[in-house]
C-alpha cells in the first residue's frame, strides 16, 4: 500500500531535497544510485496543475524544489511568510511488486511503465486526497485545486547485512500548497479517506495503470494479495530479493507479523529497522543485481523474450472479464457492509483485473452497468464538504424485505390465555421469594399469549433475559413442543442451556435437515442482534419449512453481527414485529455500577461515560522518539497493557479468578497477555517447567477471497471442511508450502517431508497463521475453535489452566475435566481477551483496556457492563475516548441508502429541469425584450425604402 507521511527533515529543505536525489555530501554524483539518470541524483518530473500553473515541467530543479518546501513559490508567492512552523507537504511512497523491481534490472520498460502508474495516481491524489479549507475556521473543504508535485525514483532498498535488494518505488513530494478555485494559493490537507480507502484506491489505480501496459507489451502477471506479479517469478525467488521485508517481519514477530500489522505498526517497524544506504556505483550495482538474478536463477532475460513474442500476436480482451472483476469486487464489499463505497468496490475491482490487465476505463464502465449494484447517495462525512458516494445492492434490499415479510407474518394459536399467565406467574413468584421485573413479566406474557409466529425480546446487558426464557421454555415444553436454543457462537449457546433448552449453534442448525412436519417447535435465538443479514434470513426460511414459532433475543445496541447487516435492529423498528422490552438490569449490584450500565442501555453513551468517570485513569504516555509529532499506536498500546498488567498482578489469586481483563483489539490483547505472564513468571507464580506448541490463529477471508489462491501465504495452515479427494479426510491440516498454478501445494502438518500434493482453495478450507506458544504450569489460556474431535466437545470461549507432565501439556476446564493438548492448537492465553469474546460474560471485577480509538458505543456498552462489583477504565487519553465511545455503530439499512440515493437523484434531475427551465424562461423574456426594438428598426428601414427615389422608380437592386 502507499505509504503516507508529513515532509520533515533535520535538515531543513536542503536535507528533503538531497535526501529524494539519493545524494550525500561524502558520495559522487555517479555512486549516488544517481546512476540510473545520466546526469547523476534520482531520475525525476513534475506533476499536478500547479507544477504546470508555475511553469514546472521536466526534471525537477534541485533550487526550485527547495524553495517550494520553504513555502516560495515561482510566481513570489511567499506562503511560509503566514506560518513560520508549517510542514513543508506531504510524502507519498509508491512500491512496485517485488518482481517487476527484479524484472526492471533486465527491462528498462518496467520503470516506464511505474512511471505511467505514477502520474496516473497522483491526478487521482489532486482530485480526491488532497484539499484545502475555505471559510471561517476551515469549515469547507475544497477538492481538485492545482496542487504541485515532485516525483522521485528510487531503485535500491535498505541494506539488510550490508547487502541491498533492488526495490523500485517514487516518492511524491506534495508540496504544501494547493491554488483553490478562486485563484488564491494556500496550505493543503490530507485525505486518506474512511480507513483509508482513498489511500488503496490510489494504491490500486498506480498498479492497474502499470499491469495494463505491461500485459499490452506481452508480458503475464499472476494475482498477488496485494495487486499482481511478474508470472514466472516464483515465491522463493521473490523472497529471496526481498531481506528488507523480512527484516520488518521478524520486528513484527510478536504481532503476527506484517499481514496482521496494523499500518502504524508496519511503519514503526519500517523507521526502528531503517539503516544507511550503501552505494555503489551504477556498473557495480547493476552487475550485483544481475549476478544474484542469475544465481538464483530468476529467468528475468527469457521472460523478456516471450514478451516480445507475445506482444506481436497480442488477444483482445474480452469485456466479460470486467464484469467478472466487478462481481467479485461486489460480493466482497458486500459480504461484511450492505453499504460501501465507490472507493472500496472499484479498488478490489481493479485488483481482481489487475493480473489480465484490464484498463481502468473497462472497470469503470462495467461498474456503471452493473444491474445489482444500488445508488446509495452521497454523505458529507464531517459537515465540511469531504463527500462519500455509497452503494449498496439489490440482493441487500430484497433480503431485508424478505426478513421482515416473513417475521411479521404468521399468526398461531396462543398457548396461555393472559389470565392464566399471570396466575402462574403470582405463583411462582411467592414459591420463590423474589419478583420478576416488569419487562420480565411483559415477556412471558408476550410469548405465551401472544398468536403471533414470530416475536422479539429486546434485553439490556444483565437484565435476565435467561431467567425470563427458562419460564417460556418450561411452558412450551409443558404443551409437548421441542425447544430450542440457537445462538451465533458455541460459547453463547452453551450458557443459554440454563433456560432449560437443547441449543446448537446458528450455523450447525441452517446446515441441517428440517424437521418433520409434524412436530411442534419452538426456536429461540439468542444474542440475536450479532446474527447477520443473510443468516436470520436463512433462519427465517428454515422456521417457516418447519412451521416453527420463533423468538428472536437480544440488544441491538452491544456488539453488531460480523457479516453485513443489522437485522434484528431493522426488526424492531418495524411496526409488524411484535416485541417485549426489559430494561431493569440486575447484574451490577453497586449502584454508580449500575447507572453506568442503565445509561448506556438507554442509548444515552455520554452520559454512561460521565458517570463512568470516576473508574476512568488516564495513563501518563511518554514523549514520543526524536522526530516523531505524536506517540505511535504500538507504543500506546505497550503502554496501556503494562498499566492493565500492573493493576490484574495486584489482585489475589482468587480476585484474579473472578476477573475479565478487556481489549478492543487483538494487537492489544496479545500484548496485555504477554505483559501478564511476564509479570507472573518473575514472581514466580507459573512453573519453571515449559513446553511449546504450535499455536493457530484463524485467518478471516471473504468469500470471493478463499476461492482464490492469491490470498494464502507459504507457511499458513489449512483445515479441510470436507474430504479432499487425493489429499485427505475431514478436519485433517495441511501447511502450505507453495503456490502455483492457482492452487495450494500442501504437506501434512505433522509429516512435512511428505511430497507436496495440490489443493484447490474453496470456502471449505479454513486458514490459519502460525506462532510458536510457550505454556508453563498454571497458565490460563483460550481456547479459540469448537472442537468435536476429542472425548470432551471443546467450545470456542472455553477457558482452562495449563498442567505440565512428564513432559506434555494439559488443559484442565472449569469443570474440571483435563484434556491432553496436541502439537498444534487454536488457542491463545487467556488472561486477556477481546470485549467481543467477552458479551454475554459476567464477572466480579474489569479492567478495561480503553483505547482513543473510533470503536463505537456498543463497545463500550460491553465492556463496561461485565462487572458487578469492581470496574476500572485504562485510558490514553480521556477526551478522544468521550468522542469515540459517545456514539453508537449501526450498520445502515440497504433500503434507507437506496432511498437516500433515489431521492438525490430525483433532487439532482429536479435542478437540472427547473435549471433548463429557468434558463429557457431567461431566453424567452430576452427574447421579448428584443422584439419590440426589432420592429421598430423594421418599421423605420421600410418608411426610408418608401422615401427612397429608387424605390419608387422600382429599381431592382
Same mark, same amino acid.
Given at each position: ?400 424485505? *424478505?426478513? =421482515?415479510?416473513? #417475521?411479521?407474518?404468521?399468526? /398461531?394459536?396462543?398457548? !396461555?390465555?393472559?389470565?392464566? &399467565?399471570? $396466575? ?118 428454515? *422456521?417457516? =419449512?418447519?412451521? #416453527?414459532?420463533?423468538?428472536? /433475543?437480544?440488544?441491538? !445496541?452491544?456488539?453488531?453481527? &460480523?457479516? $453485513? ?137 471473504? &468469500? ?254
Amino acid at each position: 500500500m502507499i505509504r503516507v507521511k508529513p515532509i520533515k527533515s533535520s535538515g531543513g529543505a536542503t536535507g528533503v531535497a538531497n535526501y529524494l536525489r539519493n545524494e550525500r555530501k561524502d558520495i559522487s554524483a555517479e555512486q549516488a544510485v544517481g546512476y540510473y539518470s545520466e546526469g547523476g541524483g534520482a531520475p525525476s518530473f513534475w506533476a499536478g496543475r500547479g507544477a504546470e500553473v508555475l511553469g514546472l515541467s521536466g526534471a525537477v530543479d534541485t533550487d526550485q524544489f527547495q524553495a517550494l518546501l520553504e513555502g516560495n513559490l515561482p510566481d513570489g508567492t511567499d506562503l511560509a511568510g503566514r506560518h513560520q512552523s508549517r510542514r513543508m507537504g506531504d510524502g507519498y511512497v509508491l512500491s512496485a511488486p517485488k518482481s517487476v523491481s527484479m524484472m526492471a534490472c533486465e527491462d528498462e520498460r518496467w520503470k516506464a511503465w511505474h512511471d505511467e502508474g505514477v502520474k496516473a495516481a497522483v491526478a487521482f491524489m489532486q482530485e480526491r486526497m488532497v484539499y484545502a479549507r475555505l471559510g471561517k475556521g476551515g469549515r469547507i473543504s475544497e477538492y481538485d485545486g492545482d496542487i504541485i508535485a515532485a516525483v522521485h525514483r528510487h531503485e535500491d532498498a535498505r541494506p539488510v547485512d550490508g547487502l541491498v535488494d533492488m526495490d523500485l518505488h517514487s516518492h511524491v513530494t506534495v508540496i504544501n500548497a494547493m491554488r483553490r478555485s478562486d485563484g488564491q494559493w494556500t496550505s493543503i490537507n490530507n485525505d486518506q479517506g474512511v480507513d483509508c480507502e482513498l489511500q488503496k484506491e490510489a494504491d490500486a489505480i498506480y498498479l492497474a495503470t502499470m499491469a495494463r501496459l505491461a500485459v499490452e507489451h506481452g508480458y503475464e502477471l499472476e494475482q498477488s494479495a496485494t495487486g499482481f506479479e511478474v508470472a514466472g517469478i516464483t515465491r522463493d525467488q521473490i523472497e529471496a530479493f526481498s531481506r528488507r521485508r523480512g527484516q520488518i517481519q521478524a520486528d513484527l514477530s510478536d504481532k503476527g507479523g506484517i499481514e496482521a500489522a496494523s499500518v502504524a505498526q508496519r511503519d514503526a517497524a519500517w523507521s526502528a529497522t531503517r539503516a544507511e544506504k550503501r552505494q555503489l556505483s551504477q556498473s557495480e550495482q547493476r552487475w550485483e543485481w544481475r549476478r544474484r538474478l542469475r544465481e538464483a536463477k530468476v529467468p528475468t532475460n527469457d521472460l523478456l523474450v516471450k514478451s516480445l513474442e507475445r506482444a506481436k500476436r497480442r488477444e483482445i480482451q474480452h469485456p466479460d472479464r470486467a464484469t467478472l472483476a466487478v462481481q467479485r469486487a461486489l460480493e466482497h464489499c458486500s459480504e461484511h457492509d450492505t453499504v460501501f463505497s465507490l472507493s472500496a468496490v472499484r479498488a478490489e475491482a481493479l485488483r481482481q483485473g489487475m493480473a489480465e490487465g484490464l484498463s481502468i476505463e473497462t472497470i469503470d464502465a462495467a461498474l456503471h452497468s452493473a444491474r445489482e449494484l444500488l445508488d446509495g447517495g452521497v454523505v458529507d462525512r464531517d459537515g465540511t464538504g469531504k463527500r462519500r458516494k455509497l452503494y449498496t445492492t439489490t440482493q441487500a434490499v430484497a433480503e431485508e424485505l *424478505a426478513i =421482515q415479510a416473513i #417475521a411479521t407474518e404468521g399468526k /398461531v394459536k396462543a398457548l !396461555r390465555s393472559p389470565e392464566v &399467565v399471570s $396466575a402462574l406467574l403470582a405463583q411462582r413468584q411467592q414459591a420463590q421469594g423474589w419478583n420478576y421485573s416488569d419487562g420480565q413479566i411483559e415477556a412471558i406474557q408476550m410469548a405465551l399469549t401472544g398468536k403471533e409466529q414470530h416475536q422479539g425480546i429486546v434485553g439490556a446487558a444483565g437484565a435476565g433475559k435467561t431467567t425470563s426464557m427458562a419460564v417460556i421454555v418450561e411452558h412450551y415444553r409443558q404443551v409437548g413442543y421441542e425447544v430450542i436454543g440457537l445462538a451465533p457462537s458455541a460459547k453463547a449457546a452453551a450458557e443459554l442451556q440454563s433456560a432449560g433448552c437443547q441449543t446448537q449453534t446458528l450455523e450447525s442448525f441452517l446446515r441441517s435437515k428440517p424437521t418433520e412436519a409434524s412436530r411442534k417447535v419452538l426456536y429461540i435465538v439468542d444474542e440475536a442482534g450479532m446474527v447477520s443479514r443473510r443468516d436470520l434470513l436463512r433462519f427465517y426460511r428454515r *422456521a417457516q =419449512q418447519d412451521r #416453527a414459532r420463533t423468538l428472536a /433475543v437480544g440488544d441491538p !445496541r452491544q456488539l453488531l453481527a &460480523v457479516q $453485513a447487516g443489522n437485522p434484528f435492529e431493522q426488526l424492531l423498528r418495524c411496526n409488524g414485529f411484535r416485541q417485549a422490552s426489559i430494561t431493569q438490569i440486575n447484574r451490577q449490584k453497586d449502584k454508580a455500577l449500575l447507572a453506568i450500565a442503565e445509561a448506556f442501555a438507554r442509548g444515552d453513551a455520554k452520559e454512561g461515560l460521565r458517570l463512568a468517570d470516576p473508574y476512568l485513569r488516564e495513563v501518563p504516555l511518554p514523549d514520543p522518539a526524536p522526530g516523531q509529532k505524536k506517540l505511535d499506536k504500538p507504543a500506546k498500546q505497550e503502554v496501556l497493557a503494562r498499566a492493565a498488567a500492573a493493576s490484574y498482578l495486584r489482585l489475589s489469586s482468587e480476585e484474579r479468578g473472578q476477573t475479565l481483563v478487556l481489549a478492543a483489539s487483538n494487537g492489544t490483547r496479545r500484548v496485555a497477555n504477554a505483559e501478564i505472564r511476564r509479570g507472573l513468571i518473575e514472581r514466580g507464580e507459573l512453573g519453571r517447567e515449559s513446553v511449546r506448541i504450535t499455536a493457530l490463529d484463524k485467518v478471516s477471508l471473504s &468469500v470471493t477471497h478463499q476461492g482464490q489462491a492469491a490470498f494464502y501465504r507459504p507457511g499458513q495452515v489449512v483445515e479441510l471442511g470436507r474430504a479432499e479427494s487425493g489429499v485427505g479426510e475431514r478436519g485433517t491440516r495441511w501447511k502450505i508450502v507453495g503456490i502455483e498454478n492457482g492452487k495450494l501445494q500442501v504437506v501434512p502438518l505433522q509429516a512435512e517431508a511428505k511430497v507436496p500434493v495440490n489443493l484447490r482453495p474453496s470456502t471449505q478450507l479454513q486458514l490459519y497463521d502460525v506462532r510458536p506458544m510457550e505454556l508453563r504450569e498454571g497458565d490460563q489460556v483460550l481456547f479459540r475453535q469448537n472442537d468435536k474431535s476429542r472425548d470432551l466437545d471443546l467450545r470456542n470461549g472455553d477457558d482452562a489452566v495449563i498442567a505440565i507432565q512428564n513432559g506434555k501439556a494439559f488443559a484442565t476446564l472449569r469443570d474440571g475435566k483435563s484434556i491432553e493438548l496436541k502439537t498444534s492448537e487454536v488457542m491463545d492465553y487467556g488472561y486477556c481477551r477481546t470485549v467481543h469474546a467477552s458479551q454475554g460474560a459476567t464477572v466480579d471485577r474489569a479492567i478495561v483496556i480503553a483505547e482513543s480509538s473510533r470503536a463505537g458505543a456498543n463497545l463500550g456498552y460491553v465492556a463496561l457492563s461485565r462487572e458487578k462489583h469492581h470496574l476500572e477504565i485504562l485510558t490514553d487519553d480521556k477526551d478522544k475516548l468521550a468522542e469515540s465511545w459517545g456514539k453508537y455503530v449501526q450498520q445502515e439499512s440497504a433500503r434507507e441508502a437506496a432511498m437516500r440515493g433515489t431521492l438525490q437523484t430525483a433532487r439532482d434531475q429536479a435542478r437540472e429541469v427547473i435549471a433548463y427551465q429557468m434558463a429557457h424562461a431567461r431566453a424567452e423574456e430576452r427574447t421579448q425584450r428584443k422584439t419590440p426594438k426589432r420592429e421598430k428598426a423594421r418599421d423605420t428601414l421600410t418608411a426610408h425604402k418608401q422615401r427612397s427615389p429608387a424605390y419608387d422608380q422600382g429599381i431592382v437592386w
